[in-house]
């Protein structure tokens, strides 16, 4: 409840989105999900994650929170990113239909070892020591695909918002700069749930 109070609080990014996409953003801040469990590919450099992502976009920035399973069905929890900042919105991107250029930043990156399953996962984060179900700020310190945000603190994504879904992009190695930017969308993207 405490989670889901400091997520609403921060609600952005993809309401921003919808300001130059779609009439969903003249209600108020959104929140938009994945389904209960969608297993995918990331990016190119990474294995197939199972995953839940909840975004929360609204006037102030994004909250957005990335829940890591070791199975198909997401019973069984790994560990879990939060993500809070803010979105700049660009132009359309070429060859990507009814995509746009994001500008996201990242202010703040929290982790969370979720059960002793992720143990291994949670080596490669900061200084491996995490107690379970523990939130630590990690904004300062390689996590897993994250880099520190003093290096990093942004991401130059895409993103198509189309019927109710709302898509990013495909990650590249290094999304740091705009070069990395991605040249496709992810393969799942999430789906509108309600105004707040």
């Known amino acids: 409840m405490m989670m889901s109070k400091l997520l609403g609080a921060m609600a952005v990014f993809l309401m921003l989105l919808c300001q130059q996409t779609t009439a969903y953003a003249q209600n108020g801040p959104s929140e938009w999900t994945s389904a209960p469990c969608t ?7 990474q294995d197939i994650s199972h995953v ?3 975004y929360l976009f609204g006037p102030q920035g994004h909250t957005t929170q990335y829940k890591f399973f070791a199975d198909g069905q997401c019973r069984q929890p790994l560990y879990s990113f939060v993500f809070i900042g803010g979105v700049e919105m660009g132009g359309p991107v070429k060859d990507v239909a009814d995509a746009v250029e994001a500008k996201v930043t990242f202010s ?15 080596k490669q984060c900061a200084d491996g020591k995490f107690e379970v179900a523990v939130q630590r700020d990690v904004s300062g310190s390689s996590c897993l695909f994250m880099k520190p ?12 918002i189309k019927d109710g879904m709302a898509t990013p992009g495909f990650r590249t190695a ?15 993207g ?3 749930l309600q105004q707040f």
Request: include cysteine; charged fraction near 20%.
């Open 39 to 45: 297993s995918l590919a990331l990016g190119p450099t």
């Open 52 to 54: 839940q992502r909840i």
């Open 108 to 122: 703040k990156i929290l982790f969370t070892l979720d059960s002793p399953r992720g143990a291994q996962a949670a």
């Open 149 to 160: 945000v003093q290096s990093c603190g942004v991401d130059y994504d895409i993103v198509k």
């Open 174 to 188: 290094d999304m740091c700069k705009p070069e990395g930017r991605p040249t496709k969308l992810q393969s799942v």
């Open 190 to 192: 999430a789906n509108f």
